[in-house]
């Protein structure tokens, strides 16, 4: 593992189950990822929402469903609370809060949302973010521009969506706005194909990108959600990459993509130097990355 990260030098490593064991194990784990870093140090991130999304055990603090009829400003110790937990093993982001609105008990979404009101999904999701930076872990806002709608699964399908952008803008997109204002790190793109938008699903769309840049005038980074779902199964690994990049997607993430991330890589710095990706496109993600990484850990000292 320790070779990959020399050879890939990833933005950011993601934990899994799989990679989950003690609490010690975990700290020496991702001690070593941060040691490798040669110029700034990966994210190391995990989906800890809570609820039935909880990969660290211990975690103090409950899911978004059972915390939907607390008041903001407890829902925001709650989430300090949990980013101090996590930060103790070494964790310094979140793929979460899920900024979904479960709009039925049947949406995939129900047990992972604050709710099915926008406005007051708004209101928790600003309250999560502010208190998971006040104790010190970055937030991705997921699963934009919203999962709530369906009861597909997107692990397992391509959930659709039958929505105008005129529509979202009054309803899902408000939990979203509220996490931009909030300054949240990230924002995570899902696997939804918004019929009426595109005929890609959002994670590799240019039109879902432009809602979220110049609808929702968000700049910092966006993030795609594992490439390697059963969403996307239709789709070859080096097809998403091509797709995400001419998206605009600034992070690419995958648990597994059936090749070498290397290849991946390398298939992306070709295409540059063909001249089908400019430098300044890669430059545009290349900043927003290190201007987020720098408010959160300092770059190492130069020996």
Do not use: C
Not at 144 to 160: E, K, N, W
């Amino acid at each position: 593992f320790s070779s990959t990260l020399d050879t890939i030098q990833p933005g950011g490593v993601l934990f899994v189950q799989p990679n989950i064991g003690s609490p010690e194990q975990i700290s020496t784990y991702i001690s070593a990822i941060h040691a490798s870093g040669k110029h700034v140090s990966p994210f190391v991130g995990v989906d800890q929402e809570g609820g039935p999304v909880t990969r660290v055990p211990g975690d103090p603090v409950p899911g978004a469903s059972s915390m939907a009829a607390l008041p903001d400003p407890h829902v925001q110790k709650l989430a300090r609370e949990r980013a101090k937990f996590l930060g103790s093993f070494g964790f310094n982001a979140n793929f979460a809060p899920v900024a979904d609105v479960a709009y039925s008990a049947q949406s995939t979404m129900a047990w992972r949302a604050f709710g099915n009101n926008p406005k007051s999904v708004a209101a928790k999701i600003a309250a999560m973010v502010e208190g998971s930076r006040d104790g010190g872990i970055a937030s991705a806002a997921k699963h934009f521009p919203g999962h709530g709608r369906t009861t597909v699964d997107s692990h397992f399908g391509l959930p659709t969506i039958d929505l105008s952008f005129e529509e979202w803008i009054e309803s899902d997109a408000v939990p979203f706005k509220a996490a931009i204002d909030e300054g949240v790190e990230m924002i995570m793109l899902g696997h939804l194909d918004y019929t009426q938008w595109d005929d890609v699903p959002a994670s590799i769309s240019k039109v879902a990108m432009r809602h979220l840049r110049e609808d929702l005038a968000y700049d910092g980074v966006a993030i795609t959600d594992d490439l390697g779902m059963g969403a996307l199964g239709a789709w070859s690994a080096y097809e998403l990459a091509d797709r995400a990049v001419d998206a605009g997607l600034d992070l690419l993430m995958w648990t597994s993509a059936g090749v070498a991330f290397r290849d991946l890589i390398q298939h992306i710095e070709q295409r540059v130097e063909k001249g089908d990706v400019s430098e300044e496109r890669i430059d545009q993600s290349a900043r927003r990355i290190l201007l987020m990484k720098t408010e959160w850990f300092p770059f190492p000292e130069a020996s």
